[in-house]
């Protein structure tokens, strides 16, 4: 079986989120719990220095009714369909406040048909971690981290779905 786009993943995760009682959005890709918004951005790729400028803005648009409101996002998850590169994880690794604020998750072997999928998230959000709970016991995917060990010499973990 193909495993869904990157879209029909967070519809149905938003679908979790909704039922929780957490705030999302038919056509925004955010989850707001009490005061925070969780930000999810998915891309093939980025530039570094884009990446930089959107991480540094942490806008988020928020509809209401006829019209719109930016918040900051107090976290973003950033969802690839395509591997990031060294260069942009490395950008986030030596950021200490982007550590804190920014998830990163490489769905290619998920959109390509693998039960895996790889992260880097050291932020303490609540809707990022249902969200990885959502794909391991919803879409049965495997979790690894990403590693940074080429990166720092340390060994930072990738999450991969079998």
Same mark, same amino acid.
């Given at each position: 079986?193909?495993? #869904?786009?990157?879209?029909?993943?967070?519809? !149905?995760?938003?679908?979790?989120?909704?039922?929780?009682?957490?705030?999302?959005?038919?056509?925004?890709?955010?989850?707001?719990?009490? &005061?925070? +918004?969780?930000?999810?951005?998915?891309? =093939? %790729?980025?530039?570094?220095?884009?990446?930089?400028?959107?991480?540094?803005?942490? !806008?988020?648009?928020? =509809?209401?009714?006829?019209? +719109?409101?930016?918040?900051?996002?107090? +976290?973003?998850?950033?969802?690839?369909?395509?591997?990031?590169?060294?260069?942009?994880?490395?950008?986030?690794?030596? %950021?200490?406040?982007?550590?804190? =604020?920014?998830?990163?998750?490489?769905?290619? #072997?998920?959109?390509?048909?693998? %039960?895996?999928?790889? !992260?880097?998230?050291?932020? &303490?959000?609540?809707?990022?971690?249902?969200?990885?709970?959502?794909?391991?016991?919803?879409? %049965?995917?495997?979790?690894?981290?990403? #590693?940074?060990?080429?990166?720092?010499?340390?060994?930072?973990?990738?999450?991969?779905?079998?």
């Amino acid at each position: 079986m193909k495993m #869904p786009k990157v879209w029909e993943i967070l519809r !149905k995760f938003k679908g979790k989120c909704e039922c929780r009682g957490w705030k999302t959005s038919e056509s925004e890709d955010w989850v707001g719990v009490g &005061d925070e +918004y969780h930000n999810f951005l998915w891309t =093939r %790729n980025i530039h570094p220095s884009s990446f930089k400028s959107i991480a540094s803005n942490r !806008k988020c648009v928020i =509809r209401e009714g006829s019209s +719109y409101r930016v918040v900051e996002a107090s +976290y973003t998850a950033w969802l690839f369909s395509e591997s990031p590169s060294e260069v942009f994880v490395k950008t986030i690794f030596e %950021n200490p406040d982007f550590c804190k =604020r920014i998830a990163l998750y490489d769905l290619s #072997p998920l959109l390509e048909g693998k %039960n895996l999928c790889f !992260k880097f998230n050291h932020t &303490d959000s609540l809707v990022f971690q249902e969200f990885e709970n959502f794909l391991k016991n919803e879409l %049965n995917v495997k979790i690894k981290k990403i #590693p940074t060990s080429q990166l720092t010499g340390e060994s930072v973990t990738v999450a991969e779905v079998a």
